[in-house]
């Protein structure tokens, strides 16, 4: 079943790769949708692909990459979109 999600992650992530991590991650697992940094020093995300592959994705961004420092993540539902463009960062 597809499923979409809005992920925040905040901690140390800004500044240590951590959107790239996030779309090679979202590549992995063959998931749409795009991460972005925020003003506030948090990083947003939305993914959106098969129910089983945003669970693993989810697992990853809460692990991060070897130089972040993954304080919390909040997960909200979303709407999927049905839409499979592939996974950008945005600046």
Do not use: C
Request: cysteine-free.
């Amino acid at each position: 079943m597809r499923v979409a999600r809005r992920f925040r992650v905040t901690g140390r992530v800004q500044g240590v790769g951590y959107r790239y991590f996030a779309e090679a991650a979202a590549q992995a697992e063959g998931l749409s949708g795009w991460v972005q940094n925020q003003f506030d020093g948090s990083v947003e995300i939305v993914a959106e692909g098969e129910g089983e592959s945003v669970l693993r994705f989810e697992a990853k961004l809460r692990r991060g990459p070897a130089h972040a420092r993954v304080e919390r993540v909040e997960v909200d539902e979303d709407v999927p979109s049905g839409r499979a463009g592939g996974f950008t960062v945005r600046p």
